[in-house]
């Protein structure tokens, strides 16, 4: 069965300091990966997708950034985190087209002081 | 830009009653589905209804799908204390590799 982890669970990081957060898929191969943000109380925000090894599409504009260094990996990098950077993010995956159902993670919550 | 969106925004019920949430949605779409998130949880989905399909049923939920009308519903019978979560809707409006969802909708069973 497949399986997806997120690591870490929690994070409080100084503003102007480094993020790295990530998300492993295990069994399944070759799958579509998404980064979304969530703001207390709010919906989702997709902040990138993967189709592929070294693919990265980026929705909204702002100081993250993602990479797929191999084909089950995905990270959510900053060089300085903003205190607007605060949020529960969470990780997904689908097995094909985008548009079917989706499997999320148990998200990381990261608070920024 | 936001597709879904949940109505209303909360709900509070007694345990045993049925639960009404509804999603509204702006362009023509492929599919529609429904995800729970119990707090500080990742979602989990829970129906997937085709455009081409008016009503789909799973254990106590009962979906259904409005294309004329753009909505869909989702009740919950004989609801229970564990049921309280928020509920999200999402859509696929361009029909690529991503869905949108909306602001969700956060019921709490009353005991």
């Known amino acids: 069965s497949q399986t997806i982890h997120q690591w870490p669970a929690t994070l409080v990081q100084p503003v102007g300091s480094p993020l790295s957060l990530e998300c492993t898929v295990e069994?399944?191969?070759?799958?579509?990966l998404y980064w979304y943000r969530q703001a207390a109380g709010r919906g989702l925000q997709l902040l990138f997708y993967?189709?592929?090894?070294?693919?990265i599409s980026s929705e909204v504009p702002q100081n993250l950034s993602a990479s797929r260094p191999q084909d089950r990996q995905f990270i959510l990098s900053s060089k300085k985190l903003l205190l607007s950077d605060s949020g529960f993010y969470l990780c997904?995956?689908?097995?094909?087209?985008?548009?079917?159902?989706?499997?999320f993670g148990p998200g990381t919550r990261l608070l920024v002081l | 830009s936001q597709q879904g969106e949940e109505d209303p925004q909360a709900l509070s019920i007694q345990e045993g009653e049925n639960a009404t949430m509804n999603c509204s949605y702006k362009?023509?779409?492929?599919?529609l589905q429904w995800y729970r998130q119990n707090s500080g949880r990742g979602l989990v989905h829970l129906i997937l209804?085709?455009?081409?399909?008016r009503e789909k049923h799973s254990g106590r939920l009962r979906v259904t799908l409005d294309t004329s009308k753009k909505s869909s519903s989702l009740l919950i019978t004989a609801s229970r204390a564990a049921d309280t979560a928020s509920y999200f809707c999402?859509?696929?409006?361009?029909?690529?590799?991503?869905?949108?969802f909306g602001k969700g909708t956060r019921l709490h069973i009353l005991p």
């Open positions: 997904a995956w689908t097995p094909g087209r985008g548009g079917e159902t989706q499997y």
């Open positions: 069994g399944t191969s070759n799958p579509n």
């Open positions: 993967s189709v592929g090894i070294g693919q």
């Open positions: 362009t023509s779409i492929n599919n």
């Open positions: 209804i085709r455009s081409n399909e």
């Open positions: 999402a859509t696929d409006p361009r029909r690529d590799d991503k869905i949108i």
